[in-house]
């Protein structure tokens, strides 16, 4: 399993109109568009290295099922 986080700056309320609102929608759409198609390709790079790399750079090993946990 793969966390990756993401810091944004908190959006405040400035009580827009709809117009305003769905302007700033269509404005920041291919952006976010890019950032989702980065993410994604980030993990499919990170989810690709060999378990021992992963772990050398700070990845935690996956949680143990309950199946496990019983021997």
Known sequence: MTLIL????????????????FAHLVRDLPGRIVSAWERSRLERELESM?????KDIGFRSAPKTAAQSTR
């Open 6 to 21: 993401e810091h944004r700056q908190a959006r405040r309320a400035t009580g827009a109109r709809l117009g305003h609102t």
């Open 50 to 54: 060999p378990y021992d790399l992963r």
